[in-house]
């Protein structure tokens, strides 16, 4: 049997679809699985033991040299990715995504199957012959293991197989050599990133924040991200020292670090996901998204969100996102205290 799983992006969204991802390789020990998937998240799935073959589309940077002029090179690009989907006969494709540019994908791939989800986003249930319903009260992993569920798998309960190699956590290991933290224990990670500007929170409170956690916790502080230049200008505004590793590691050395910290501080993010995957507690910082669609799965975690009448509003762009701005420096730092404290007395929730 030949499935192919979709999921484009983005990291948390990919990292939600990793358990159904082990429950259908549980439900079909044999068959070769392949998965679709953007090169911003790919790492995550790159030699994955549940999967035999990870797609990557460029959909994204095609868009973009398009708009550049550059049509002859993604004409070329997008004929090998088509070939590379067609090369195999598949039985099955399964759409996670359930948005137009990902039911196109299954639709290409010419797989007699095609199930989705029927509630007709971007009328992407124009494209499945099969279909299941969305309840979009549930966290995000437990509807996408509806689909398993629906193919004959029954997992107990949500498992996140993600494969830390070697290198990956020699790196680790070189990083916390090189800026003397020890074996992590205390370590406090903060990511201050998000991919809406709606999910922001202010530098100057970050600042303030990882003060009151070196000075008064007498714990280490690290930033993490993609981009080292923002957590610079965080930096500059503390009176403490604290380590910025932004851009220093790869998504997978990432979630290692993370399993080696104490607790990570984050807004609404795929470093948030990929903490809770790896079973590090989060305090999540929330405005205009759902904590019960995308929150830190599993317990042990802390949400801070305002209980405002807009809020979730699921809006990318806001003039006053005042979802974010009143959550304050003091109802973090309690949280990250309570959250610390529970785990010392073994009462996590």
């Given at each position: 049997?030949?499935?192919?799983v979709i999921?484009?992006?983005?990291?948390?969204?990919?990292i939600?679809?990793?358990p159904?991802l082990?429950?259908?390789?549980?439900r079909?020990?044999?068959?070769?699985?392949?998965?679709?998937?953007?090169?911003?998240a790919?790492?995550?799935i790159?030699?994955?033991?549940?999967?035999d073959?990870?797609?990557?589309?460029?959909r994204?940077?095609?868009?973009?040299?398009?708009?550049?002029?550059?049509?002859?090179?993604?004409?070329?690009e997008?004929?090998?990715?088509?070939s590379v989907?067609?090369s195999?006969?598949?039985?099955?494709?399964?759409?996670?995504h359930?948005?137009?540019?990902?039911?196109?994908?299954a639709?290409?791939?010419g797989?007699?199957?095609?199930?989705g989800?029927?509630?007709?986003?971007?009328l992407?249930?124009?494209?499945?012959?099969?279909?299941i319903?969305?309840?979009?009260?549930?966290?995000?992993?437990?509807?996408y293991?509806?689909?398993?569920?629906?193919?004959?798998?029954?997992?107990?309960?949500?498992?996140?197989?993600?494969?830390?190699?070697?290198?990956?956590?020699?790196?680790?290991?070189?990083?916390f050599?090189?800026?003397?933290?020890?074996d992590?224990k205390n370590l406090?990670a903060?990511?201050?990133?998000?991919l809406?500007?709606?999910?922001?929170?202010?530098d100057e409170?970050?600042?303030?924040?990882?003060?009151?956690?070196?000075?008064?916790?007498?714990?280490?502080?690290?930033?993490t991200?993609?981009?080292?230049s923002?957590?610079?200008?965080?930096?500059?505004?503390?009176a403490?020292?604290?380590i910025n590793?932004g851009?220093?590691?790869?998504?997978?050395?990432?979630?290692?670090?993370?399993?080696?910290?104490?607790?990570?501080?984050?807004?609404?993010?795929?470093?948030m996901?990929?903490?809770?995957?790896?079973?590090?507690?989060v305090?999540?910082l929330?405005?205009?998204t759902?904590?019960?669609r995308?929150?830190?799965?599993?317990?042990?975690?802390r949400?801070?969100?305002?209980?405002?009448?807009?809020?979730?509003?699921?809006?990318?762009?806001?003039?006053?996102?005042?979802?974010?701005?009143?959550?304050?420096?003091?109802?973090?730092?309690?949280s990250?205290k309570?959250?610390?404290?529970?785990?010392?007395?073994?009462?996590?929730?």
């Amino acid at each position: 049997m030949n499935i192919l799983v979709i999921k484009l992006s983005a990291v948390g969204d990919v990292i939600h679809t990793l358990p159904s991802l082990a429950a259908l390789r549980q439900r079909f020990p044999k068959a070769h699985i392949s998965w679709v998937v953007e090169e911003a998240a790919s790492d995550l799935i790159r030699n994955h033991p549940c999967l035999d073959q990870v797609i990557i589309s460029g959909r994204k940077r095609w868009l973009k040299d398009l708009r550049r002029g550059k049509f002859s090179e993604v004409l070329k690009e997008a004929r090998l990715f088509l070939s590379v989907l067609r090369s195999r006969p598949y039985d099955l494709a399964i759409d996670f995504h359930g948005l137009f540019k990902s039911a196109i994908v299954a639709l290409l791939s010419g797989a007699p199957r095609r199930l989705g989800y029927d509630s007709m986003q971007e009328l992407s249930g124009l494209f499945y012959n099969e279909k299941i319903p969305e309840d979009l009260t549930r966290h995000a992993v437990d509807r996408y293991l509806d689909f398993p569920r629906h193919l004959g798998a029954n997992p107990k309960q949500a498992e996140f197989p993600l494969e830390i190699s070697e290198s990956q956590h020699r790196k680790i290991d070189g990083l916390f050599q090189e800026y003397q933290l020890g074996d992590g224990k205390n370590l406090i990670a903060i990511n201050t990133v998000a991919l809406w500007e709606t999910k922001l929170w202010d530098d100057e409170k970050f600042a303030r924040l990882a003060d009151r956690i070196i000075l008064e916790l007498k714990a280490p502080v690290v930033f993490t991200g993609s981009d080292p230049s923002p957590i610079e200008l965080i930096l500059g505004r503390m009176a403490a020292k604290a380590i910025n590793l932004g851009g220093k590691t790869s998504l997978r050395e990432l979630a290692h670090l993370y399993q080696r910290s104490r607790l990570l501080i984050t807004t609404d993010s795929g470093p948030m996901h990929l903490a809770a995957a790896v079973g590090t507690p989060v305090v999540a910082l929330f405005g205009p998204t759902d904590p019960l669609r995308t929150g830190p799965y599993g317990s042990g975690h802390r949400v801070i969100r305002k209980g405002l009448d807009c809020s979730p509003c699921f809006r990318k762009h806001c003039k006053s996102v005042i979802c974010m701005k009143n959550i304050t420096v003091d109802e973090v730092f309690d949280s990250v205290k309570d959250l610390l404290d529970s785990s010392c007395s073994g009462n996590d929730e």
